[in-house]
């Protein structure tokens, strides 16, 4: 009774246990045995679990995602049931198929410190795709803003869907309006100080008559419990008497029927030996036809495997012969982009030769003009020459005025609030960083300082990387990057992903900024 009583309490905790919010790891593929950054968010809406995943990994210094709508379930063992319900954004460079899904299997570990969802993931086999295996290892992490799933829902429009992130959203709206109620409260503050100074000896001499009757009360309390625990014992020990005597008794009455029992096996023996000869020429023949059927059922065993064998190497080459094709129209598409950068330069020099050749020929004419005046009027000359100053003279205002109307790379920088998105330690002389947009393209353009220094100017994020090594000198130990955002956009704020490679360590930092904030990333050097 004590087990199952442990049991049950167990189960019922397990059941009790909050899988909401977001799970982050890994997700590695037995097929290709890459690891792929994956993450999770579980929502619980009327009972029901529904969320998002996000799969994202970075080839050819490119980033590439894919986010999905996720259906949750709990078996009845425990086991969390995570499946595919539809893709709503990607960037892949071939459309995948529609008709693949990806079921996940896991178990969760509330054990630790941090909560742990654990187990194998698989797809559906399809007339074009052989089935995919591998598994997947997450944790549940609280400041869920560091992630990539949820700043990409917040593009999308969908974060809100999450009964975490609206719960947040909702706590932060309380508290601000908490603060203006409490600016209220401390204006009447004082009023009320006035009128409660003239009660304070009122109340305290209620609050001693209370505190006495209080203190009697409890002692006829703890008297009555201790009376009342009494009472319990003794039925206790009453019911664990009477169970014990009913316990004896049955028994001797179990003990009594396995005599008499006995008794009857000893009549029947023979007969069951009679009849356990005559069945054992049958189990005999039978044995004889389960082994000419096992070593059928062997050879054909056999030739199963060597078809799943012959299966895996065709599917193998099938994905090598994708990712070559992969690889050769990125290669023809960057040839193509620089053939295109070429004509447009060439294009540029044609125009600048024209404006050249048209500016000469209007000072000839000018010239010209001015000769021809000359015979009939000796001050046109000194006219046409002044007019043509005067045309030099606009254009270099024009000059001037333009140049002093462009604006510098972080001009304000200085007059907005930096907030400090994430510490990173480092141990290397020097560090390797590399920029993308964090989720849909849409036109975000950064400029990043290092100590107040800039280190790259106006620079637009997509997805594939912006690169910068940094060199870091031995009596440096802490170091601040800020991402100063010179335009928010199609879709406000500024977001993107910093990737630092510190030797074969590898860092990722969200970061999100506007027009009023900067976003920093400190840097301290790790002590040996």
Excluded: C
Aim: net charge neutral.
């Amino acid at each position: 009774m004590i087990a199952l009583f442990t049991f049950i309490s167990v189960a019922a905790h397990a059941q009790e246990t909050d899988i909401t919010g977001l799970w982050k790891g890994i997700l590695y593929n037995d097929t290709t045995q890459m690891d792929y950054q994956y993450e999770i968010g579980i929502s619980k809406e009327k009972g029901k679990y529904l969320g998002f995943s996000h799969t994202w990994f970075i080839l050819d210094d490119k980033q590439y995602y894919g986010v999905k709508k996720v259906k949750i379930k709990i078996a009845d063992d425990g086991k969390i049931i995570v499946e595919d319900d539809g893709l709503i954004s990607n960037n892949y460079p071939v459309p995948p198929s529609k008709n693949v899904r990806q079921l996940n299997v896991l178990s969760l570990d509330a054990s630790g410190p941090v909560m742990t969802l654990t187990g194998p993931f698989s797809t559906n086999r399809t007339k074009e795709y052989h089935s995919l295996t591998g598994s997947i290892t997450l944790q549940r992490k609280n400041d869920f803003w560091q992630s990539a799933l949820i700043p990409h829902l917040e593009e999308l429009g969908k974060s809100s869907e999450l009964s975490f992130v609206r719960i947040d959203k909702e706590e932060k709206n309380r508290l601000a309006v908490n603060t203006m109620a409490a600016d209220d409260a401390n204006n009447d503050r004082y009023k009320k100080q006035q009128v409660e100074s003239s009660k304070a000896d009122e109340i305290s001499k209620k609050e001693t008559v209370a505190k006495a009757l209080a203190e009697e009360k409890a002692a006829s309390m703890v008297l009555a419990k201790e009376k009342v625990e009494k009472q319990a014992l003794e039925q206790q020990l009453k019911a664990e008497a009477a169970t014990a005597k009913r316990e004896l008794a049955a028994q001797l009455a179990a003990e009594t029927a396995a005599a008499a029992a006995e008794t009857a096996k000893a009549t029947e023996r023979k007969k069951e030996e009679e009849a356990q000869a005559k069945e054992a020429a049958v189990l005999a023949k039978q044995a004889t036809d389960a082994k000419n059927a096992a070593e059928k059922a062997s050879a054909k065993e056999a030739v199963a495997q060597q078809k799943m064998e012959v299966e895996k190497i065709k599917q193998a080459r099938a994905i090598e012969k994708q990712e070559a094709e992969f690889v050769k129209k990125e290669e023809s598409r960057k040839a193509a982009l620089a053939k295109k950068a070429a004509a447009e330069a060439e294009q540029k020099y044609i125009q600048a030769t024209a404006a050249l050749a048209e500016k000469e020929a209007a000072i000839k004419k000018a010239d010209t003009e001015s000769a021809v005046a000359t015979a009939s009027n000796t001050k046109k000359p000194e006219e046409n020459k002044n007019k043509v100053n005067s045309t030099l003279q606009k254009e270099e205002v024009n000059k001037q005025t333009s140049a002093t109307t462009s604006i510098a790379a972080a001009a304000q920088v200085n007059e907005r609030q930096t907030i400090l998105q994430q510490t990173v330690g480092f141990s290397s002389d020097s560090l390797l960083l590399s920029l993308y947009d964090n989720g849909e393209v849409d036109g975000d353009t950064v400029s990043v300082l290092l100590n107040g220094t800039i280190i790259l100017e106006k620079q637009g994020l997509s997805t594939v990387a912006i690169k910068k090594t940094i060199y870091i000198p031995a009596n440096t130990d802490r170091m601040e990057l800020v991402m100063y955002a010179e335009s928010l956009g199609s879709i406000p704020p500024n977001t993107g992903l910093l990737v630092i490679r510190d030797g074969k360590k590898l860092y990722e930092v969200r970061f999100s900024g506007d027009l009023q904030k900067n976003a920093s990333i400190v840097f301290n050097r790790k002590k040996e």
